[in-house]
């Protein structure tokens, strides 16, 4: 469900039912999960999936809360454009302040970036029976593998690509920023291309959807990309963009739809 949305394989419609499943059926306190339920521990031949029923230790795939999955989850967010739902989907692969947004996080939870968030059951048959705890808040959960594979590079993406909205191409700058309206006025200090630039952003209504760019009071010309389910990001080329610049810190303001 979630590639389908990132790749615009669905219609607004579609996109919007599925990620209502997604809501109803997937979600727990800490993110999105790969399914509804763990698969059952059988202790002998698989049946679905090999790997998730043959392990006898209970997390990341096995947990079924795989923070990999739940990063593409992100994605899928901000492609459609709810701009609340991504903020605070981001913010659950924070590890500070982690327990405010996820009160049964232990300590271990908060102390870096983890592949997973495995629900500390006794052992497979407990957790197989007493899943619906974890939903509800009563079964503590503890941060498993660490920093690992490509995650925390993919979060780093989400945030700078996504969230900021700046991707930066051989020919072009690409803008296109998911903040939810109550962060209007955001200001960020960055290093773009070796330029000092401060960011700021006007959320508008939507919080998505770039309809105006200014670099240092210079309107920006841009042309719109596509997106299936809301008004898309822009691309700026590169000479347009780097016209305006100076030695001193730059000021770019992008307001949203």
């Not at 401060?198 to 042309?223: A, C, M, Q, W």
């Amino acid at each position: 469900m979630i590639h389908a949305i990132i790749n615009d394989m669905f219609s607004p419609q579609q996109a919007a039912a599925h990620l209502c499943i997604i809501r109803e059926h997937l979600l727990g306190p800490d993110g999105g999960r790969l399914f509804d339920h763990p698969m059952a521990y059988h202790g002998g031949l698989q049946y679905n999936f090999q790997r998730a029923e043959s392990a006898s230790y209970f997390g990341r795939e096995i947990g079924i809360m795989y923070m990999h999955a739940h990063l593409r989850y992100c994605e899928a967010l901000a492609r459609f454009g709810d701009a609340e739902g991504f903020f605070r989907a981001l913010c659950q692969i924070n590890p500070i302040a982690i327990r405010e947004l996820v009160p049964s996080a232990t300590p271990r939870q908060a102390n870096c970036y983890y592949s997973s968030s495995d629900a500390a059951f006794a052992d497979r048959y407990v957790a197989f029976t007493d899943y619906e705890k974890v939903n509800r808040g009563e079964v503590a959960l503890e941060g498993g593998w660490r920093v690992y594979s490509s995650g925390a590079g993919i979060s780093k993406r989400l945030i700078m690509q996504c969230f900021l909205g700046l991707r930066l191409e051989k020919s072009a700058l690409i803008v296109d920023p998911v903040i939810p309206p109550e962060l209007d006025g955001l200001r960020v200090r960055l290093n773009l291309a070796g330029h000092l630039l401060e960011v700021v952003y006007r959320t508008g209504k939507t919080g998505r959807g770039p309809v105006s760019i200014d670099l240092n009071g210079t309107p920006l010309e841009f042309v719109r990309e596509t997106n299936a389910y809301r008004l898309a990001g822009v691309r700026i080329p590169a000479d347009v963009w780097t016209e305006p610049l100076t030695d001193q810190p730059n000021r770019l303001t992008i307001s949203l739809e």
